[in-house]
């Protein structure tokens, strides 16, 4: 069985500041991937960034960044400059079960101050 | 490049009816993902399609739904009869074969059972 742990159900950050989104997991799997998502209050899904259980580096994407820290199983969300557009739910999910099982976590909702 | 489509947006029925959710997946996407998404959780999956497959339903409330998806494109999800706990946001994900960590989403429908 695979979980996503989301401990963080609301964050506040000021405009422009750096903020970390935690997501901890527990899997039996060797291989599997870990991935964000963001829902704006609009409703879609929006994807965000991925990391292979085997990649050696974290994974970016433009302000996003993925603190992957396979010892201790987290797979925390960065957003550094953080935007008044980027207030929204993340959802950090796992792809196990040799990558066909999805699980996504509770969420955390972002809200940016200006 | 249009995105995935669903219809109807909304819906709302009086329990032990009947309701049915169609999806459209992005051209050229084999994999197609319904997942279930209540209020202030993350999605649940409820079946995942390899073309007109269904190769995970393991999460699916067989007693009173069903889905599928002829010739591996559209796909269509039913609820019957409908109860109360099922409302919630039904959302169609699609993804390129062996990318299931790249999922499209639609913008669901939000079904209310009074």
């Known amino acids: 069985a695979q979980k996503i742990t989301q401990t963080q159900p609301g964050m506040f950050v000021q405009e422009k500041e750096a903020v970390t989104l935690d997501c901890t997991y527990d899997?039996?799997?060797?291989?599997?991937?870990l991935f964000w998502y963001k829902q704006p209050s609009s409703g879609e899904m929006i994807f965000l960034i991925y990391?292979?259980?085997?990649?050696?580096q974290n994974a970016t994407e433009g302000r996003y960044s993925l603190n992957f820290q396979k010892a201790r199983k987290s797979a925390n969300l960065v957003i550094s400059a953080s935007q008044l557009g980027d207030s929204a739910m993340y959802f950090c999910?796992?792809?196990?079960?040799?990558?066909?099982?999805?699980?996504f976590g509770t969420g955390t909702k972002l809200q940016v101050i200006p | 490049e249009a995105g995935v489509v669903q219809s109807p947006r909304y819906k709302i029925i009086e329990k032990k009816q009947p309701v049915a959710f169609w999806c459209n997946p992005i051209?050229?996407?084999?994999?197609l993902y319904w997942y279930r998404q209540n209020l202030g959780q993350g999605p649940e999956l409820l079946i995942r399609?390899?073309?007109?497959?269904?190769?995970?339903d393991s999460q699916l409330p067989k007693d009173r739904f069903s889905a599928e998806r002829l010739k591996g494109v559209d796909s269509t999800l039913k609820i019957q009869p409908a109860e109360l706990g099922d409302s919630a946001v039904y959302l169609c994900?699609?993804?390129?074969?062996?990318?299931?960590?790249?999922?499209?989403f639609g913008p669901g429908t939000r079904l209310t059972v009074t």
């Open positions: 994900a699609s993804s390129p074969r062996g990318k299931g960590y790249e999922q499209y």
């Open positions: 899997t039996s799997d060797q291989s599997y991937g």
């Open positions: 990391q292979g259980s085997y990649d050696e």
């Open positions: 999910a796992m792809l196990g079960g040799g990558y066909q099982k999805v699980t």
């Open positions: 051209s050229g996407h084999n994999t």
């Open positions: 399609y390899e073309n007109e497959e269904a190769v995970d």
